[in-house]
């Protein structure tokens, strides 16, 4: 794993390393205020690197807070530890997650690959060469930024949905194309694969 390609080499043994971490970095936030640093020494190569990573956290089935970077800046493992305490706690969009709602708790980890430009000469073009299912999308304009992950194909599948939603989080006009916008997209290996374990799970 290179941070240029944060995908290469993790394994689904890897992948789910990565869930526990951030599970045990969700009950210390919650329940000590503590916050979680992995010694990098007890993992493998594969994440010890630098690995940008997004923690996402349900509550039946609703969104409670995600957090994360596009930026392959810390080791995978404590870049994933840091986004799920924050996906937790700092959230500006939730209230801080409370110690009775960890039993309905969902954790997932998305590792990404490093974004890439997009040239598209408008709209209509971006939703042509969108990937749907498979391309998580950054859009830059001005002030305006925001990124939605692979993941989010599963609940807006169609690419004029996905895109609508992603203008609108930005703070953009519906399917406006200002001066100097960028778009750039990227990958993610995400776990669980299937469905989402509760913290009670474990």
């Not at 009950?27 to 190569?45: F, I, K």
């Not at 994440?47 to 810390?74: K, M, N, Q, S, Y």
């Not at 992603?166 to 960028?182: E, F, N, T, V, Y």
């Amino acid at each position: 794993m290179t941070a240029e390609h944060p995908l290469e080499g993790l394994s689904p043994d890897d992948m789910q390393r990565l869930v526990h971490v951030a599970e045990q970095a969700v009950e210390s936030a919650v329940l000590h205020g503590a916050t979680m640093h992995p010694d990098v020494a007890d993992y493998p190569r594969s994440l010890a690197e630098p690995g940008a990573a997004f923690v996402t956290l349900r509550r039946h089935g609703r969104l409670r807070g995600c957090i994360g970077t596009l930026v392959a800046a810390d080791p995978l493992v404590v870049a994933v530890a840091d986004k799920a305490r924050a996906a937790a706690l700092a959230d500006p969009r939730f209230d801080p997650v409370g110690p009775a709602e960890l039993d309905d708790l969902e954790v997932s980890v998305s590792v990404l690959s490093a974004p890439r430009p997009l040239v598209v000469g408008d709209f209509d073009g971006l939703v042509v060469a969108l990937q749907p299912g498979i391309d998580g999308v950054v859009v830059e304009a001005g002030h305006h930024r925001a990124t939605f992950l692979p993941s989010v194909w599963e609940e807006l599948s169609q690419p004029l949905q996905f895109l609508d939603a992603l203008w609108r989080k930005a703070g953009l006009l519906p399917r406006s194309w200002p001066h100097g916008i960028a778009i750039s997209r990227y990958g993610a290996q995400h776990a669980p694969v299937e469905g989402h374990e509760r913290l009670s799970d474990r």
